[in-house]
């Protein structure tokens, strides 16, 4: 078969796209192989075309002239890896008018405009694809939309930012938060600015675009509920541990009687359940439906290489599928309503700060059991005249939790606001 030349190009040749390059350049004959194309990078839009690069472009390919890679006829594809929304935006806007089929990494861009971006490519007969914007190098959105089409799936369950899961990693091996986010910045995990991930809000784009592919309804970023890990101390970490568990940030999305919910939190993972194991920057991400009971897909969630693997892949996608009509671009086919915050249900983990007397335990007790919240395990802790209580929750309502939360917290017993968690179990709880 006579191998075609395919023209590709880059929006960003910084941690990802350089590996791009690379795996292009030294896989080309595997994918030749595989496809019949050969994929030649033409131009990498990039701010500074001078900069040292990780793995060095060919001469002539950065550039910062936008024009450049909009108007060259022989580019069919980019890849765009630069980040952020604007100008990101704009220019996957201009590309897909321009005829040309584009693979994004961009969480954000795809969580925040995907319902417009896919509209636009539609109406041009090009394609977008967003494997790497969620999970780096674990092909979730391939197996959620073509392996699992007729699986009624309805709960996700993921560990889905690579930087906070190689933080809580670090602090349960003694490390601090500070050095561990360092750490996570310097190995290109960690966003451009890493507050994305700190506060949850790369982890819940991804979970509100894992959400709307599994669920074909549109899940939009601001329908998440979002908590990050910048709560979580080093007393958390050690808590966990002494229940059997270790603190994870995860994230749930649920399809219950017809209505969505998707959250990111901080939750205490029992030791048994398979997302405790996750480790470092991998991610995992826990598929449960009717037909399939669940599968587990894990692998790195970040980094330049895993996440390059995973924008190759969708360029050759993109290239053996091109005019064959093969899947629609927008996951959506329904609009379901959100679930009521209240109404989620989970068993859950409580830290109360109180003073050691009398009655204290009684008290808290009552006010759970006022609102029908049964506790399942409790551990006392006295030091200096002060108590710290540890619970864990049967499963219960979101709403009766926090109705029984605020009434604790103004019980003068009790020193400080309520620290909460889901815990994630693989019994009944
Ligand atoms: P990065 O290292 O900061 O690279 C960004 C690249 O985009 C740089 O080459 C930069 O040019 C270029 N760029 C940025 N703004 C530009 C502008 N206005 N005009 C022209 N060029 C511009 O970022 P990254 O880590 O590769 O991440 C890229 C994307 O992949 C992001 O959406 C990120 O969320 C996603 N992602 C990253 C990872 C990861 O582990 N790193 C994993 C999954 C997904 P200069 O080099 O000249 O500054
Ligand atoms: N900053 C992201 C993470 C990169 O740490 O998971 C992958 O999207």
Redesign the pocket.
Known sequence: MASVDVGVAL?????????VNRLLVESADEIERATGHRLRIVR??????D?E?SFAAADGV?T?D?AAVRDDPSIRVVA?????LD??GGYVRELLRAGKSVV??????VAREGADLFAIASEAGVQLRFE??VC?AIPVVKVLRESLVVTNVHRVLGIVN?TTNFILSRMEQGGSYAEALAEAQQL?????DPTDDVNGA?AAAKMAILATVAFGSRVALSDVDMRGITEIEPAHVVAAADLGMVVRLVGIASLLDGKVDVRVQPAFVERSHPLAAVDG?FNAVMLQGDAIREITLEGP????I??AS?VVADLVSVVGTAGTGFLQNDACWRELDKLPDGEWRSPFYVHLDVVDRPGVLAHAASRFAAHEVSIAQLVQRVEDGQAALELVLHTAPLGAVKAALVEIAALPEVLGPPFVAPVLSERPL
């Open positions: 929006l960003g040749y910084g941690t990802v796209g350089a590996s990498a839009l990039v701010r500074d075309a900069k690069r950065l910062t936008f765009e890896v630069m980040g952020g100008p990101a994004t990494a961009n969480k954000q861009l790497a914007s780096a690579g290109g995990y960690a966003e451009a790369d920057a969630g970040a980094g330049g895993e996440t995973a």
